[in-house]
């Protein structure tokens, strides 16, 4: 892990960085996979859900792990919060329910 990411003056210059840098971004990933190292991010916590088998898995909720990670992948595209997220797709279903049953 000799080379650091350094400061970057422009986004131009840090896209350059990263492309030209792919290789040692994948292997400082695999070290910290391989000693447990990963941290509590996103690309760790996709890396831990793929790594358990999928039919077993249920959150406290009941919910399948596969809806919860469809949740937060949606999400993160609308820069949200899952669970702000699914507060909000709850929140549009009642009102949705409430026009089809006719009490708005």
Known sequence: ???????????????????KNQNLIADRFEQAK???????GTVARVARER???ERHQRSQSGWRKTNLTRARTLATEKVLRYQTYLKMLLHQA???EEKRAGRR
Do not use: I, Y
């Open 94 to 96: 009642l009102n949705l």
């Open 51 to 53: 790594a358990k088998p």
């Open 34 to 40: 391989a000693t447990g190292k990963l941290g509590k």
């Open 1 to 19: 892990m000799a080379k650091k990411q350094p400061r970057f003056k422009t986004e131009t210059h840090e896209a350059e960085w990263w492309a």
